[in-house]
């Protein structure tokens, strides 16, 4: 063998070497790249399934807090039905209760606080079939009024005005009904 030859294997062999280094480093590097890839991976998966689970478990609460309120919406609305046929029950009474001779006496009480109100000379407007009872009262009587019951005082200049209607007085009294009887059912359950 030459030198030539012999230098020919020796760089084929250097070149053999390098190529093993290279692919020695390259695989070591390979694995390198593979573990953080994997690792990599895990975090992600794990990131994402921690913020899957948050954004689950916020929406699974907005949906039950949406669900209370929409069942509080309907027991009020089912609340308020049924204190408006509460009121229109209490007005149909109001309407037998105005035949009644017991009538006659709160018309009377209605007059008197009317007077101690406004003054003696007062004017009262009520419903025409109320006119006979006040005329027996001697009371200055004004125009005839629409209403289920009770009467409209005003003073004798007619700056004053008392409504003791019925429904006047279901109307503000109806807030105060109202709250009572939602105490009542809230106690119950």
């Known amino acids: 063998m030459t030198s030539l030859d012999t230098f020919i294997l020796e760089i084929e062999k250097r070149k053999e070497n390098e190529i093993n280094l290279l692919e020695t480093t390259l ?13 990599t991976i895990k975090q992600l998966q794990e990131q994402y ?47 037998t209760f105005v035949q009644k001779p017991d009538y006659r006496e709160v018309l009377v009480k209605m007059i008197s606080y009317s007077k101690n109100t406004l003054g003696s ?26 209403t289920l019951g009770g009467v409209i005082a005003e003073d004798n200049e007619g700056k004053k005005e008392l409504d003791l209607t019925f429904e006047e007085l279901l109307r503000t009294c109806e807030d105060k009904v109202k709250s009572f009887l939602l105490e009542r059912m809230m106690q119950q359950r």
């Open 121 to 146: 000379n007062v004017i009262i407007h009520c419903r025409d079939d109320d006119r006979l009872v006040l005329r027996e009262m001697d009371i200055q009587i004004g125009s005839p009024i629409d």
């Open 27 to 39: 695989a070591k590097t390979k694995k390198e790249i593979e573990q953080t890839k994997e690792t």
């Open 49 to 95: 399934l921690n913020e899957a689970k948050t954004k689950s478990n916020r929406e699974a609460s907005r949906i039950v807090e949406s669900a209370k309120l929409k069942a509080k919406k309907i027991l009020f609305e089912a609340i308020n039905a049924n204190m408006d046929s509460t009121f229109e029950t209490v007005k149909d009474e109001l309407r």
